[in-house]
């Protein structure tokens, strides 16, 4: 049973049914000794093993790291090497393939020999599951409060604006994409684009022109969605990595756009002092007698949040602080998240979105069905695009500048890399996939701790992307399909029961 | 061509006119000059060896080819015409009323048998939702609207057999049964003309002989007219009022079962042996899979 050629060879990786006899056999062999302890490899083999993986390294390794190219003094190339450096990754190289050899395959391959028993979902993850989105919500509503309890006043602007507001802004991008890569199965590469749509429609008509953020939330949103529309048209066509590919190149042309279109968008320099959303407020101007009735005559204004002697803080009597003005914030992109989520959940169970999601099953199907699939395409990408576009122009005003280079593609690749971890177009999925990817990397600023272990000059905002890798890798082993693994039907006729994610396609473009 | 191709039969209320199709992909002629009639209320079958151009005729009729050459005209029942060459598929579906069925089933796998026959009524209850913007804030209308849809799946699903599976993902169910949901899907479409293609692929004698007893019923109870490629004799001979024989393109045949049955070029080109010896291997066939 431990000969190399049973139970290690790689070639059974390739043969699941082979495999599955041979575990098969094991059970009728031994029904009460499935999984021994700690089951060991073949020494012999796993000793070939490492020294192969050891001469593989050292082939590898020394051009690569033995040796190395270098300038001296007169400027001439000379050659140093670090055996010592090299030793050790040849070493750790061998180390590395005896331990997976002897240890790690004969364990997973006893794990995988044992019987799978349907294990039945414990009822505390049904109760979770079900409680989750109720308790979030009540946290999220009175985040603000806590904090100010925990932290007070000047304390509060940290944990409100960089994780409250900064996080909350992803959720309601991820929520957005959510609708064209989740529900329609089109992967949109670009989605910054319209995230910069609504930033720069806000930022230039709210300094051109002086209009009122509420005026121009809308406006940007629709702008944003006719953005949409104008990348769905050429796009109609493409399906999958060709999609991708468009989008991403879309995103990229917004992006130079932006930077090289210097008489609007200042280019480089991006626009400054862009105007702060004000509190919208109601007062009663005058009174008007309309046939022998006095009836007030309402105006409507902003009530600022500054220093001013009508500002915020002097109308309620509180000391000035800037904190007002990041927890108004707070609960603004709260609200407006809240619609994305509604408006989303309500349209999945709508027939437009019931159509989106046959589409990412089938396409043609969807067309015998008679779906128009090119309306159908492009209002995921529209409705998508004008949640990007009412984020962006919050983001705007949030900023009070914006800059292209706040619109890369790296941004893109993170709101996918959201919609992606949360999995299977859930919207919880959504939400926590951004707290747990925008919260750790602003976590990672408050790891001051780090620099007493790799000294003063360790910065671990600049290790962001590395572990964010790196967090990607493991979630997608450990949950392939994102943290939420089933799809919840629209529609039931007795009782609804979630579906799994190996029936759900995840659409091809 | 040294055999003029058999005229068409005339049919005396035709439901879809298919008249000198031609299909050419690149170089290679799929479909030659095919001309023939389904008749409304009829169930029509189109037979033909492996590669004969049945399934390409099918594309044609609904959309998902453009033919290179020919007309087909549909007409409803309430007198309307449309050329369906001319549509795009999704309108085929949509305003001509033709549906249709796949030879490898085409379910929406990760969604719920019933979402499957929500799905087929979208364009109902798009105009119901007043194109979302009704639905979405919750009006009355489309409440009313997505109860009747659910009724008719319900309906269907009993027709179909599948009540109590309603709620399970379609890419669940065994394979007989996503056969009879997927006609059940295209049905939910309302449609005139049933189009379906290897309808009885994959299924056993049972099953068969319960897909035959629906197809009538279709025909008997909504009127819908059935356009079918098969290649089980015994759904073929037992159900269709005419059998349309396709080879190399080329129609060979156009008749009642009986006639194409005992018409010599068709023993010859596509059954290859003669009528009772079919049935015989069919019956050894048959009893080898009750063994089974």
Not at chain 2, 198 to 203: M, V
Not at chain 2, 269 to 273: I, N, S
């Given at each position: 049973m431990n000969s190399p050629s049973d139970s290690l060879a790689p070639t059974l990786d390739t043969q699941p049914e082979g495999e599955q006899l041979q575990n098969e056999e094991r059970i009728a062999a031994a029904p009460g000794e499935i999984a021994p302890p700690s089951p060991r490899g073949d020494l012999a083999w796993s000793a070939k093993e490492a020294l192969i993986a050891g001469v593989v390294a050292l082939g590898m390794f020394t051009p690569m790291i033995g040796l190395l190219t270098d300038q001296n003094i007169n400027n001439e190339v000379i050659l140093v090497t670090r055996w010592p450096l090299l030793a050790a990754v040849v070493i750790a190289c061998a180390a590395g393939r005896f331990a997976i050899a002897y240890f790690i395959r004969p364990y997973l391959a006893a794990k995988r020999a044992a019987p799978s028993r349907p294990v039945a979902r414990p009822a505390w993850r049904a109760t979770v599951s079900r409680w989750f989105p109720v308790v979030g919500t009540i946290l999220l509503v009175f985040f603000p409060a806590i904090v100010l309890y925990t932290s007070g006043i000047a304390g509060s602007i940290k944990w409100v604006d960089n994780f409250g507001v900064q996080i909350l802004i992803y959720v309601m991008l991820g929520w957005g994409l959510n609708v064209v890569v989740?529900?329609?199965g089109l992967l949109d590469l670009g989605y910054v684009a319209f995230y910069a749509v609504g930033a720069y429609a806000y930022a230039l008509l709210a300094t051109h022109l002086g209009l009122s953020f509420w005026l121009l939330l809308p406006l940007a949103g629709l702008l944003a969605a006719c953005w949409g529309v104008a990348l769905g048209f050429p796009v109609l066509r493409l399906r999958g990595d060709y999609l991708a590919i468009v989008t991403l190149a879309f995103g990229e042309i917004v992006h130079l756009v932006l930077l090289n279109w210097k008489e609007v968008t200042g280019g480089g320099a991006g626009i400054l002092s862009i105007p702060k959303i004000g509190l919208p407020a109601i007062h009663i101007e005058s009174y008007v007698s309309l046939f022998g009735m006095t009836l007030p005559k309402f105006a409507f204004f902003n009530i600022k949040f500054d220093a001013s002697p009508e500002g915020f803080a002097h109308l309620f009597g509180l000391p000035v602080s800037s904190a007002y003005y990041k927890i108004f914030l707070y609960y603004l992109i709260l609200i407006l998240a809240f619609i994305t989520a509604f408006a989303t959940a309500r349209m999945r169970k709508l027939p437009v979105g019931r159509a989106w999601e046959s589409m990412r099953e089938d396409e043609i199907a969807c067309r015998s069905l008679g779906i128009n699939t090119v309306t159908t395409k492009l209002t995921a990408f529209a409705i998508g695009a004008m949640f990007g576009g009412f984020a962006g122009s919050f983001f705007a005003a949030r900023q009070g500048s914006v800059f292209p280079d706040s619109f890369t593609f790296i941004e893109s690749v993170f709101i996918v890399a959201i919609v992606v971890l949360g999995g299977m177009g859930s919207m919880i999925g959504v939400a926590v996939a951004a707290t747990v990817m925008i919260g750790g990397v602003e976590l990672l600023r408050e790891l001051t701790f780090l620099k007493q272990i790799f000294g003063p000059d360790f910065n671990p905002t600049q290790y962001r992307m590395l572990i964010f890798g790196f967090a990607m890798v493991v979630i997608m082993l450990w949950r392939p399909r994102g943290f939420v693994q089933t799809r919840t039907p629209t529609v039931f006729l007795f009782k609804r029961k979630a579906i799994s994610a190996d029936m759900v396609q995840e659409g091809h473009g | 061509m040294a055999e003029p191709v058999p005229a068409s039969a005339a049919v005396a209320d035709p439901i879809v006119t298919v008249e000198h199709l031609t299909m050419r992909f690149g170089g290679l002629v799929a479909v030659n000059d095919v001309s023939f009639q389904a008749g409304r209320g009829d169930i029509t079958a189109l037979i033909g060896p492996n590669g004969a151009g049945k399934t390409t005729v099918f594309n044609c009729v609904t959309g998902f080819y453009k033919p290179t050459e020919g007309m087909i005209t549909m007409r409803q029942r309430a007198g309307r015409e449309f050329?369906?060459?001319?549509?795009p598929d999704f309108k085929i579906s949509a305003r001509a009323k033709v549906a249709r069925t796949f030879q490898n089933i085409r379910l929406f796998g990760g969604m719920t048998v019933l979402e499957n026959l929500m799905v087929a009524q979208h364009n109902t209850l798009m105009r119901a939702s007043g194109w979302t913007i009704l639905g979405l804030v919750g009006f009355p209308s489309y409440h009313q609207a997505e109860r009747a849809a659910i009724d008719k799946a319900r309906m269907w699903l009993e027709e179909v057999g599948l009540t109590e599976r309603a709620d399970d993902p379609a890419g669940d169910l065994p394979y007989g049964a996503q056969r009879r949901l997927e006609i059940a899907r295209a049905m939910c479409t309302d449609p005139e003309l049933l189009c379906l293609d290897?309808?009885?692929?994959?299924?056993n004698a049972r099953e068969s002989a319960g897909l035959n007893a629906l197809l009538l019923r279709i025909r008997e109870r909504f009127k819908t007219s059935v356009l079918l490629i098969e290649h089980d004799m015994s759904v073929v001979m037992e159900i269709s009022d005419r059998i349309v024989v396709l080879e190399y393109g080329t129609k060979i045949a156009d008749g009642t079962p009986d006639a194409v049955r005992t018409d010599p070029r068709v023993i010859g080109?596509?059954?290859?042996?003669e009528d009772e010896e079919v049935e015989q291997v069919e019956e050894r066939l048959d009893a080898l899979e009750k063994q089974g």
């Open positions: 989740g529900l329609a | 050329l369906l060459e001319r549509m290897e309808p009885a692929a994959g299924l080109a596509y059954l290859g042996v």
